[in-house]
């Protein structure tokens, strides 16, 4: 493993529960100057280039799917009035002279020289792509690994502290090969080759640093999914995060963020199933329609559902909770008459997180986190809707008086809180609490 990446947990998720393609060959052979050539004849599974120089057939697909524009010519070339050998001979291109393809057909690209349209042979071109940009002081780095943050731009020195996957910070220096930056209040030295420059336009990628509380963040401006299958996109119009969130799924908006990326219409930054994202706002109600009756549903008849895609009758709103949590409908009952205990106790409803969690949020976990912090997709009890969170703030921490007392009380409920969780395990966490009830 590399000194300086290494395995962590990113702050953006709730824990647990452009280069052408181009193959053009080169002709092993010294030609002279005044020498160009033609198309490559056929000869088994060769070709016989002018001379007798064999080399390999570049498909004209290659060309056509290319990313990159310009190409730089390995020969001298004739350019022709057609994608063919037959077609008259406009000028010779000489060696060495890079080029802008216009279009591409059967093995031949368009291009213009000296003046002048034509074809030329794509057996004697290569892609030409531009350098990669160089990171520089202010711009946007998203790691591709863990990394440690150095005081010094070395590999020796100090380590401050350990800088997620996938976060992105502002650059504010660069030295041999190393990017200053600041994490949660730490400045140092990260290996600048793990960083990948985000672009900083409306509606980007964004990453926030601070240290996971709740799901809500502190948020005020509270909507509710309208659609089944709802989609969180790491950017606008960008790679979907989370792809199958269900209706009256609750979202909060984070409009400072979305302000920092660059709004976009039509769209909104927000904080949804421990993590952020935007979503389109015609997806979006101020409501949630969910159902708060329970019905007669059996969690024996739960667990025949395939983890976290759960059917949407199955799942419930949680009727006391502001956020309105959906949860499987089986839990609600119990999880309410614990509800009532613990009200009658403290004066105040429980604060319930997180609950019911889908496939595509338990792979994404999984993927981002690894075993110690997320279950293994298709195993945890969130994925049935039958596992609670509560927020991770001192009073349901180990020490904090909500945690002790539901850790004595709610068995008697249905809920418990299993042992391999408690404080100590590797797999420590007091805010998670799963249903056991019939």
């Given at each position: 493993?590399?000194?300086?990446?290494?395995?962590?947990?990113?702050?953006?998720?709730?824990?647990?529960?452009?280069?052408?393609?181009?193959?053009?060959?080169?002709?092993?052979?010294?030609?002279?100057?005044?020498?160009?050539?033609?198309?490559?004849?056929?000869?088994?599974?060769?070709?016989?280039?002018?001379?007798?120089?064999?080399?390999?057939?570049?498909?004209?697909?290659?060309?056509?799917?290319?990313?990159?524009?310009?190409?730089?010519?390995?020969?001298?070339?004739?350019?022709?009035?057609?994608?063919?050998?037959?077609?008259?001979?406009?000028?010779?291109?000489?060696?060495?002279?890079?080029?802008?393809?216009?279009?591409?057909?059967?093995?031949?690209?368009?291009?213009?020289?000296?003046?002048?349209?034509?074809?030329?042979?794509?057996?004697?071109?290569?892609?030409?792509?531009?350098?990669?940009?160089?990171?520089?002081?202010?711009?946007?780095?998203?790691?591709?690994?863990?990394?440690?943050?150095?005081?010094?731009?070395?590999?020796?020195?100090?380590?401050?502290?350990?800088?997620?996957?996938?976060?992105?910070?502002?650059?504010?220096?660069?030295?041999?090969?190393?990017?200053?930056?600041?994490?949660?209040?730490?400045?140092?030295?990260?290996?600048?080759?793990?960083?990948?420059?985000?672009?900083?336009?409306?509606?980007?990628?964004?990453?926030?640093?601070?240290?996971?509380?709740?799901?809500?963040?502190?948020?005020?401006?509270?909507?509710?999914?309208?659609?089944?299958?709802?989609?969180?996109?790491?950017?606008?119009?960008?790679?979907?995060?989370?792809?199958?969130?269900?209706?009256?799924?609750?979202?909060?908006?984070?409009?400072?963020?979305?302000?920092?990326?660059?709004?976009?219409?039509?769209?909104?930054?927000?904080?949804?199933?421990?993590?952020?994202?935007?979503?389109?706002?015609?997806?979006?109600?101020?409501?949630?329609?969910?159902?708060?009756?329970?019905?007669?549903?059996?969690?024996?008849?739960?667990?025949?559902?395939?983890?976290?895609?759960?059917?949407?009758?199955?799942?419930?709103?949680?009727g006391w909770d502001k956020e309105k949590t959906l949860i499987a409908a089986p839990a609600l009952r119990d999880l309410t008459r614990l509800n009532t205990a613990f009200k009658k106790k403290f004066g105040r409803n429980m604060d319930i997180d997180l609950a019911y969690r889908t496939r595509a949020t338990q792979?994404?976990?999984?993927?981002?986190?690894?075993?110690?912090?997320?279950?293994?997709?298709?195993?945890?009890?969130?994925?049935?809707?039958?596992?609670?969170?509560?927020?991770?703030?001192?009073?349901?921490?180990?020490?904090?008086?909500?945690?002790?007392?539901?850790?004595?009380?709610?068995?008697?409920?249905?809920?418990?809180?299993?042992?391999?969780?408690?404080?100590?395990?590797?797999?420590?966490?007091?805010?998670?609490?799963?249903?056991?009830?019939?």
């Amino acid at each position: 493993m590399q000194d300086e990446h290494r395995r962590t947990h990113s702050w953006g998720i709730k824990r647990r529960g452009a280069a052408w393609v181009l193959g053009a060959v080169l002709v092993v052979s010294t030609l002279a100057p005044a020498q160009a050539m033609e198309a490559p004849r056929p000869v088994g599974n060769a070709v016989l280039a002018p001379g007798g120089i064999t080399s390999t057939l570049v498909p004209s697909s290659k060309v056509q799917s290319a990313k990159a524009k310009s190409v730089k010519t390995t020969a001298n070339l004739n350019l022709r009035s057609k994608p063919s050998t037959v077609g008259k001979k406009l000028v010779v291109i000489p060696k060495g002279t890079t080029l802008v393809v216009s279009s591409t057909k059967s093995g031949w690209s368009q291009l213009r020289y000296a003046g002048k349209n034509g074809w030329a042979s794509n057996t004697y071109l290569r892609a030409v792509t531009a350098a990669p940009k160089s990171l520089m002081r202010g711009d946007l780095g998203k790691t591709s690994a863990a990394l440690r943050l150095r005081t010094k731009p070395n590999t020796t020195s100090k380590s401050l502290a350990t800088v997620p996957k996938h976060g992105i910070y502002t650059v504010k220096g660069i030295s041999r090969g190393y990017a200053q930056i600041t994490r949660r209040g730490k400045t140092g030295w990260v290996q600048s080759k793990y960083l990948k420059i985000v672009a900083k336009k409306p509606g980007r990628e964004i990453y926030s640093d601070k240290k996971y509380t709740t799901n809500r963040a502190g948020l005020t401006d509270r909507y509710w999914t309208k659609v089944s299958g709802e989609d969180l996109y790491e950017s606008v119009k960008g790679k979907i995060r989370v792809g199958d969130i269900p209706r009256n799924s609750v979202v909060y908006r984070d409009k400072k963020s979305e302000k920092t990326a660059g709004s976009v219409k039509g769209w909104v930054f927000v904080r949804t199933q421990g993590m952020t994202g935007w979503m389109k706002t015609s997806q979006l109600a101020r409501k949630s329609r969910a159902s708060t009756n329970p019905g007669k549903h059996r969690a024996k008849t739960l667990k025949a559902q395939p983890n976290g895609k759960i059917q949407e009758k199955m799942l419930v709103a949680i009727g006391w909770d502001k956020e309105k949590t959906l949860i499987a409908a089986p839990a609600l009952r119990d999880l309410t008459r614990l509800n009532t205990a613990f009200k009658k106790k403290f004066g105040r409803n429980m604060d319930i997180d997180l609950a019911y969690r889908t496939r595509a949020t338990q792979d994404y976990y999984w993927g981002e986190l690894g075993p110690y912090i997320a279950a293994r997709p298709g195993t945890s009890n969130h994925g049935w809707g039958t596992a609670i969170d509560t927020p991770e703030t001192y009073n349901y921490s180990f020490r904090g008086k909500y945690y002790k007392w539901l850790k004595t009380h709610s068995k008697k409920f249905n809920w418990v809180h299993r042992k391999n969780l408690e404080e100590g395990s590797p797999y420590a966490e007091a805010w998670h609490f799963e249903y056991v009830g019939k």
